[in-house]
């Protein structure tokens, strides 16, 4: 009789036991969800002009802190005066300022202009200084010459020195395009089915110099250089140099390093040598531009999981990045919806001046 009384409370402390677990588990788990949510980050990047006044930015920024937008990526064409005046504007509507330059990428730039042997060469012997590529403000510097790397890297610690400023922001951190965007390439008539000698860069005497010293072999001689696993190390090595030195420097000055990427490593570095799942870089935000690539909705999904497996051990948090022009504010609420569920830990808008009344509401529902 002992025995089977034992038994039954034994049997009933078990239950509660897994009542109490269970219950416990799914309010862990709704824990975890409301902080998944508030830990999410709506972004968006805007083009800064020294013309307006104070009064049109403070509406432009409290449009967005009013619509649930919490960053703001701010282009002053890397003027670190008109950043020191935009940055409180910004903080006061409560959005948090990054500095975004681009940064090889240097169209009308000064003093580089002053100095045409900073400036990438392509495989058929034209440089950037005079001769763009595929756009008239590509004008990109050479990551291998100490001068021109050093010349951005400046440009980046004046930035980082600007008070209120939470990050640098890198864009154009990269080769030109060997490869556009598929849905690009009717705007130029082109057909890009290998990499092209005009738009393979950089062949200039410094970079061909620096590799033949390391590996004994000049990649101008090469029959098909798009085979050369070393040569193309060498170039994806020269922008992750470029990116590591940024953060030391930001980080001395108690920022952070962020960057507007390619989609996803592997499409990086095939399209524009660019490997940022190797860079030293406190986040990234991936331009998942769909349209660009003729891709649907849910290609947002997929290249930001790719993104978020990609940096599994690394201390970098990857926001997603969205192309606004095309979308309905139903397709805002669906691409926050796929970064959410698909690892990033915020969101970004190109750009601000394109948001619409009806996505900025699908954002301000979204960030409740």
């Known amino acids: 009789m002992k025995t089977k009384l034992l038994l039954i409370v034994l049997l009933a402390f078990g239950f509660t036991s897994c009542l109490d677990n269970a219950t416990a588990s799914k309010k862990n788990q709704d824990n975890n969800t409301e902080e998944e949510q508030e830990d999410f980050k709506f972004w968006v990047w805007t083009t800064a002009d020294v013309k307006r006044a104070d009064s049109s930015y403070t509406s432009e920024f409290k449009k967005y802190s009013e619509n649930g937008i919490e960053a703001v990526l701010i282009n002053t064409n890397t003027d670190p005066e008109l950043l020191s005046r935009l940055a409180p504007l910004a903080k ?28 990438t060469v392509s495989r058929d012997g034209n440089s950037t200084h005079d001769t763009r590529p595929y756009v008239d403000y590509y004008q990109w510097l050479c990551p291998t010459r100490e ?25 154009y951190i990269r080769f030109s395009d060997i490869f556009l965007p598929i849905g690009l390439l009717p705007k130029y008539d082109l057909e890009q089915e290998e990499e092209l000698a005009e738009f393979d860069f950089c062949y200039c005497d410094v970079c061909v110099a620096e590799f033949e010293q390391i590996h004994h072999k000049n990649p101008r001689d090469f029959e098909n250089p798009a085979i050369d696993m070393e040569w193309k190390q060498f170039r994806l090595n020269k922008i992750r140099d470029v990116v590591n030195d940024a953060y030391e ?3 001395a000055n108690n920022k952070e390093l962020t960057a507007a990427v390619f989609p996803y490593p592997e ?15 406190d986040a990234v ?22 993104g978020v497996e990609d940096l599994k051990g690394r201390n970098t948090d990857l926001h997603t990045g969205v192309y606004l022009p095309p979308m309905s504010g139903e397709d805002v609420t669906e691409a926050i919806k796929l970064a959410k569920e698909n690892g990033a830990k915020g969101i970004s808008f190109f750009d601000g001046n394109a948001l619409t009344k009806e996505q900025l509401k699908a954002i301000k529902e979204a960030s409740k």
């Open 92 to 119: 006061k509507e409560g959005l948090e300022v990054h500095a975004w330059i681009m940064a090889m990428n240097r169209p009308g730039d000064s003093v580089a202009l002053q100095n045409p042997e900073w400036y």
């Open 147 to 171: 001068e021109s790397r050093n010349h951005v890297l400046g440009l980046v610690e004046g930035l980082s020195k600007v008070d209120g400023v939470a990050s640098v922001h890198l864009d």
């Open 249 to 251: 420097i930001v980080h």
């Open 267 to 281: 499409m990086a570095d095939h399209m524009v040598r660019q490997r940022w799942d190797k860079w030293k870089i």
């Open 285 to 306: 935000l991936p331009m998942i531009y769909h349209n660009f690539y003729n891709e649907e909705l849910d290609w947002i999904g997929y290249a930001t999981k790719q």
